[in-house]
């Protein structure tokens, strides 16, 4: 079992800054590939940016490119996501998702490929 704690969540106008970060539990997280999502109210969850177990490979969705970038430092068991020029329609519950095998069972993108999930971290983003 996995447990994922997150933050860096909070308000801020936009235009402003956050960042978010996330630590997984365990002694093995520089083999995990790791995902943000987001939730807005009354939407289904969204893939946001993903990054494989090495760093070498990121993705990210087409709203937020550009704008947000995802990064780990395995020496300190942590992931982020750098979220810049927020919108107000970035407003949602972040959540970071842990896949144990790495991309090989499925898509960074699709929500089924993850194992693990976080508690989520309230973003809000004031016009």
């Known amino acids: 079992q996995v447990q994922l704690v997150e933050s860096g969540g909070g308000l801020v106008q936009a235009g402003g800054s956050l960042r978010l970060s996330c630590a997984p539990s365990g002694p093995v997280f520089a083999a995990y590939a790791m995902g943000w999502f987001r939730q807005a109210p009354g939407k289904e969850r969204e893939f946001v940016a993903a990054i494989s177990w090495d760093g070498r490979s990121t993705y990210s969705a087409d709203s937020v490119k550009g704008r947000f970038s995802i990064s780990r430092d395995n020496n300190k068991n942590t992931v982020y996501l750098q979220m810049n020029s927020l919108k107000p329609e970035d407003t949602a519950i972040y959540y970071c998702?842990?896949?144990?095998?790495?991309?090989?069972?499925?898509?960074?993108?699709?929500?089924?490929?993850?194992?693990?999930w976080g508690q989520g971290t309230q973003v809000t983003v004031s016009s």
């Open positions: 998702a842990v896949d144990v095998e790495g991309f090989y069972g499925g898509s960074p993108r699709d929500h089924n490929t993850y194992d693990f």
